[in-house]
Structure formats: C-alpha cells, structure tokens
C-alpha cells in the first residue's frame, strides 16, 4: 500500500500519544492527533498492509474494537498523510 518517508528528511517528535513531524525537505510541520500518529507508526513498521490490516492493527493498538468506522476513519486519515507527503507509494 504505503510506507512512511525515510527518516532522514522526516523529524518526528512525539509528547504521549500525538506528534508533529518536520518535514525538512518542504519546511512544513504537522500536527499529527492520536490516531493519525498511530496510523502513520503502523504504515511505517508494516509498509505492505493493505486497508483492512490497517484498520485491526489500528484497533489493536488504539485498544477499540474493529469498525466501518474505524476504517473509514483510518482511510481517511491515510488519505491524509499521503496528500502531505508523510506517506509515499511502495
């Protein structure tokens, strides 16, 4: 599906469970909320999983149980940190 850009040109920063990510080759800094942050540790540590693998490790690791809406919100978080750049194609 997806992977996490190489270390060398993200600077990530986490305080508990949110972070922001520099992006040293833009300048630009995110904001990435609890959700986001743990979808993009899962596209990082496991760049092949596919959206439903996404969604249960997602659940796994927020602690909640496996829903359309946590898919849908895992979609729509991914479509996200793909269209800032935070995610590039395998």
């Given amino acids: 599906m997806s992977q996490a850009s190489s270390p060398p040109l993200r600077l990530l920063k986490t305080w508990g469970d949110e ?13 990435l ?5 743990a979808l993009y540790q899962i596209c990082r540590d496991h760049p092949g999983y596919g959206s ?10 927020l602690g ?3 829903s359309p ?6 979609e729509d978080a991914f479509r996200s940190l793909h269209k800032i750049g935070l995610l590039e194609p395998t």
């Fill in 33 to 37: 909320k609890p959700l986001t942050l």
């Fill in 19 to 31: 972070a922001v990510v520099y992006d040293a080759a833009s300048g630009d800094t995110h904001y």
């Fill in 69 to 74: 809406q946590l898919q849908e919100l895992a």
């Fill in 64 to 66: 909640v149980t496996a």
């Fill in 52 to 61: 439903t693998e996404l969604a249960n490790a997602l659940a796994a690791q």
